[in-house]
């Protein structure tokens, strides 16, 4: 359960006087297995969802995930809340898959033989044993997005969050994220301009210019976004 | 973006001497070499621990293409260090310092040849340890070890990518179209990789293995 009580958050900007309105008036309570969250480049699905693992903290308002806050407990929020990002060469520190896997137990298991266990079983799950001990530059975008996956969800998260994560992949591999996230026992938030994923959801929030402002059903939330996208070409002539 | 371009070897799996050598055994030959390389005043004495050392990398197993791969990398740098050093303070001293640099290359890459990176984290952790009473967090120096293998790569592939950029534009002469990209992405990959190591939960406060419990929570950042 993540909860968003009246959250905005702001940001100094250099050379202006007033902050910068990232987010505004957020009230929200995901409870659905699988949200998606569109909106044009900018309108701040980013900073929503990085709110959710406490990557950005609330200028106003409370994030709880569980009945944690991510201003007062962020590191039992971020053992629950795991998070994908668009590119994951940004997310995968070590040289080889199975050591970034082994890297993300650090935490949770003592023993280097237990961690050495633990890294072969979850990549065995993904499938991805195989290329275990590859330099993550020699493996395919989608590889390197499954990676980045099981190495977010060796340490059992409950919450998955994904930020646009099949924007730098091909048709197949985006089947096979689709395929891979659809399977997972965890709740799922990801934003998305890929309007096919987002039909997957069981709720879709549309953002636009820092505020939610179409919150529901996938096919209604796609009409929605893309009538507003229509609206903004009104004026160009 | 090109990422390959690794200074130093990576783990290679094997069982020789070298891999089967206790991680401190290791780790006193990098800091022998480094010392080694201020302390040798001959350039022919230098040329034999380095022939020593290129030795041992091969007996690890790890290859020679592995080795010149990583000596192919400093080459550049190496080159320019060495034409300085030359016309500064003559032939032999250049020979040496430029010797005594590969030495520490080669030393290192026996390190990380040899060792799993898993293994040579724990083993900064162990080392890091006794700091705990001072405030320190042995985790974090292991962290930080990783982060520094992970970059090098990064920014040899910035450098190679922003390179050809410059050339595509016509500016492969002009420094700064070669250096304020690297610095820029250089910045940009550090703010993405702490987001990432944060995202993940590691390198927080408190986050040693020792009081890992999910439940054990501290305030925010």
Sequence with gaps: M???????????????????????????????????????NGSGKSTLLRLLNGL??????????????????????RSQV??????????LVMPTGREDVELSLRRTVKSAAGRAARAEAVLDRFGLLH????????????????????????????????????????????????????????????????????????????????????????AAAVEHYRA?????????? | MRGHGFLLANHVPGNSLLHRAPLWAKFVLVAGCGAASFLIVDWLASAVVFAVMCGLFLLSGAGVRRLLRALWLMAPVLLFIGLFQWWQLGGPTAARIVLNVLVCVVAASVLTATTPVQ???DGVAGLARPFRRFGADPERFALTIAVMLRSIPFIAGTFADVRDSARARGLERNPRALVLPVFISTVAYARQTGDALAARGLGDADDAIDDAEPEATTAGT
Excluded: W
């Design chain 1, 2 to 40: 993540i909860e968003l009580r009246d959250v905005s958050v702001r940001v100094i900007v250099d050379g202006q006087d007033a902050p910068k309105t990232l987010l505004d008036g957020i009230d929200l309570d995901l409870t659905e297995r699988r949200i998606g969250v569109i909106g044009a």
């Design chain 2, 119 to 121: 293994d040579l984290l």
């Design chain 1, 82 to 91: 795991g998070f994908v990002f668009t590119d994951p060469l940004s997310q």
């Design chain 1, 131 to 218: 290329l275990a001990d590859q330099s993550i530059y020699e493996l395919s975008g989608g590889e390197r997005q499954l990676l980045s996956l099981a190495a977010v969800l060796a340490v059992d998260p409950t919450v998955l969050v994904l930020d646009e994560p099949s924007t730098l992949l091909d048709l197949r591999n985006r089947e096979l994220l689709r395929h891979t996230v659809a399977g997972l026992p965890q709740q799922v938030v990801m934003s998305t301009h890929d309007l096919e994923l987002v039909l997957d959801m069981d709720r879709v929030l549309v953002v636009d210019n820092t505020r939610i402002v179409f919150d529901g059903g996938p």
């Design chain 1, 56 to 77: 950005v903290l609330p200028s106003e308002g409370s994030v709880r995930v569980n009945g944690a806050g991510t201003l007062e407990h962020v590191r039992k929020v």
């Design chain 1, 228 to 237: 507003l996208c229509a609206a903004s070409f009104e004026d160009v002539p």
